[in-house]
């Protein structure tokens, strides 16, 4: 019979962990509690199997997804190609696909400062819009990072997307940045 963790491991630091965050004397505290308690070490079992899941369904372009920069860079480590657009609000550009991207990355430029709900919508002529919710905010993060589902954007023509970047704030929302994307097949 396995005994309870009295000092379970929080998420973050696992997660921190399996991507390699976690550096020095963090990173060895961590490991020496994972080799003695199965508990966290299920939990960290757990985390590693709903990521695998996200990564292929991101890698499928099943999903849109909001992503963050050590998620880039394990993509890249990885092999993995992502085509990126960095806009700040006001912004607009000319894009594509290929059939080489395995990602096309929206780098949405804003103040993020004091955001305690941050929702995204996004706008395409004669479609209803979507909307992304509750996206979580990095404290000091200066931008919004989204993949788009590649599936839908290589049978694309041409088309025009606009993203909404909004605060959500007990008075209503307040917009933190507009971006467009002009889209032509490759």
């Not at 963090?26 to 070490?41: F, P």
Request: charged fraction near 30%; charge should be negative.
């Amino acid at each position: 019979m396995t005994r309870r963790c009295d000092r379970p491991l929080d998420a973050a630091a696992l997660l921190d962990y399996w991507l390699g965050e976690a550096s020095g004397p963090d990173d060895d505290v961590v490991e020496e509690h994972l080799l003695a308690c199965d508990d966290c070490g299920r939990r960290l079992r757990g985390i590693v199997a709903l990521a695998e899941g996200v990564r292929v369904l991101g890698g499928e372009g099943a999903v849109e997804m909001i992503v963050t920069p050590s998620f880039l860079e394990k993509a890249s480590r990885e092999g993995l190609r992502a085509r990126e657009y960095r806009l700040r609000p006001g912004e607009h550009v000319n894009c594509t696909v290929t059939r080489e991207d395995d990602f096309l990355v929206a780098r949405l430029v804003a103040d993020l400062t004091g955001v305690s709900r941050l929702d995204i919508v996004a706008e395409q002529p004669g479609r209803p819009p979507r909307r992304i919710e509750d996206v979580p905010v990095g404290p000091g993060a200066g931008e919004v990072i989204v993949a788009q589902a590649m599936p839908a954007m290589r049978a694309l023509g041409r088309d025009d997307l606009r993203l909404r970047v909004l605060s959500v704030e007990p008075g209503g929302e307040r917009v933190l940045g507009e971006y467009d994307f002009h889209h032509s097949p490759s």
